[in-house]
């Protein structure tokens, strides 16, 4: 248990799976009242849940689809009407449809587009309506030194590094790097801190494929300084530190967590 999360109220999206699993129980460990939101994977949420409240955390499950406005709002509602304010909002959920860019449909760009982006952009504005709401209704000190509201953006090592066959996904990560610095301006003033987190390989679902093959997992290693692949854990640990107070000062910023991927790492072999 961490003072700093004592009675702090947590939505976390796409958390039935992977990073958004780990960030769910990790802050609920801390003490925080977790929402474990997931679009589909009934199971798979209730599982992390069910992690949660073995361990003596508290939370709960909201089905909720990001890219839909209706799920999005409804998903905020409930949890106001369960915990009555909300703290801190983990904008993680997000997916790939991967194909060469000459062959992409119309179909697979648009689904990365509106969950890794739109639903950026719907949950984040639930968000701070509802810091800002707080502010005005009295349920949030607006006189304290510290933020009345934090998100986290969930992004990418390909908000800066470009990624052929996956030019949907890349230019999502991008996006979000803008939108967050862009709200992150926006909302300072009102004292609700905005930043994201960019993993580089975490072993999850979404690159199974890679992690599983040792080849492709030995060709992944050229690209890692730190000659290993990242847990969920490892991320979960840093999306903590920027849900707390101790990052108080930190506004508009983008963490790489990525053992050094985006170090170029080519260049230590060329001395
Ligand atoms: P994952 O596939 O294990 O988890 C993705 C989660 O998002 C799942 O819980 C899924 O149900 C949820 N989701 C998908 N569409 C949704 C929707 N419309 N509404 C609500 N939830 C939805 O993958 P992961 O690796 O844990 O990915 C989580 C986030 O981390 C994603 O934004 C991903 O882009 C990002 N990321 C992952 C890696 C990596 O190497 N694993 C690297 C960089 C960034």
């Given at each position: 248990?961490?003072?700093?999360?004592?009675?702090?109220?947590?939505?976390?999206?796409?958390?039935?799976?992977?990073?958004?699993?780990?960030?769910?129980?990790?802050?609920?460990?801390?003490?925080?009242?977790?929402?474990?939101?997931?679009?589909?994977?009934?199971?798979?949420?209730?599982?992390?849940?069910?992690?949660?409240?073995?361990?003596?955390?508290?939370?709960?499950?909201?089905?909720?689809?990001?890219?839909?406005?209706?799920?999005?709002?409804?998903?905020?509602?409930?949890?106001?009407?369960?915990?009555?304010?909300?703290?801190?909002?983990?904008?993680?959920?997000g997916l790939q449809k991967d194909a060469?860019?000459?062959?992409?449909?119309?179909?697979q760009?648009?689904k990365v587009?509106?969950v890794n982006?739109?639903?950026?952009?719907?949950?984040?504005?639930?968000?701070?309506?509802?810091?800002?709401?707080?502010?005005?209704?009295?349920?949030?000190?607006?006189?304290?030194?510290?933020?009345?509201?934090?998100?986290?953006?969930?992004?990418s090592?390909h908000?800066?590094?470009?990624w052929?066959g996956h030019v949907n996904y890349a230019?999502s990560k991008?996006?979000?790097?803008?939108?967050?610095?862009?709200?992150?301006?926006?909302?300072?003033?009102?004292?609700?801190?905005?930043?994201?987190?960019?993993?580089?390989?975490?072993?999850t679902p979404i690159n199974q494929e890679?992690?599983?093959?040792?080849?492709?997992?030995?060709?992944?290693?050229?690209?890692?300084?730190?000659?290993?692949?990242?847990?969920?854990?490892?991320?979960?640990?840093?999306?903590?530190?920027?849900?707390?107070?101790?990052?108080?000062?930190?506004?508009?910023?983008?963490?790489?967590?990525?053992?050094?991927?985006?170090?170029?790492?080519?260049?230590?072999?060329?001395?």
């Amino acid at each position: 248990q961490n003072p700093l999360f004592q009675d702090k109220v947590i939505i976390v999206t796409g958390a039935s799976s992977g990073i958004g699993r780990a960030c769910a129980i990790h802050l609920a460990h801390q003490g925080a009242k977790v929402v474990v939101n997931y679009a589909s994977d009934e199971e798979g949420g209730q599982s992390a849940l069910d992690e949660i409240l073995s361990n003596g955390g508290a939370g709960i499950l909201i089905k909720a689809d990001v890219s839909k406005e209706h799920d999005v709002n409804a998903m905020f509602e409930e949890t106001i009407q369960t915990y009555g304010r909300l703290d801190v909002l983990v904008s993680n959920a997000g997916l790939q449809k991967d194909a060469p860019f000459l062959e992409m449909s119309l179909e697979q760009w648009q689904k990365v587009i509106d969950v890794n982006l739109t639903g950026q952009f719907l949950c984040c504005r639930a968000a701070a309506r509802q810091f800002v709401q707080q502010v005005e209704n009295g349920s949030t000190n607006a006189h304290s030194e510290l933020s009345v509201g934090k998100i986290i953006l969930m992004s990418s090592v390909h908000d800066i590094i470009p990624w052929a066959g996956h030019v949907n996904y890349a230019a999502s990560k991008g996006g979000i790097m803008m939108f967050m610095k862009s709200i992150s301006q926006e909302l300072a003033p009102y004292k609700i801190r905005v930043n994201s987190v960019s993993p580089g390989a975490i072993k999850t679902p979404i690159n199974q494929e890679v992690w599983s093959d040792p080849d492709k997992y030995k060709s992944l290693m050229n690209l890692i300084p730190y000659k290993r692949i990242g847990t969920p854990q490892d991320v979960a640990k840093a999306v903590a530190w920027l849900a707390s107070d101790d990052s108080d000062y930190v506004n508009g910023e983008t963490l790489y967590i990525d053992g050094g991927m985006t170090l170029y790492p080519e260049f230590a072999d060329n001395g």
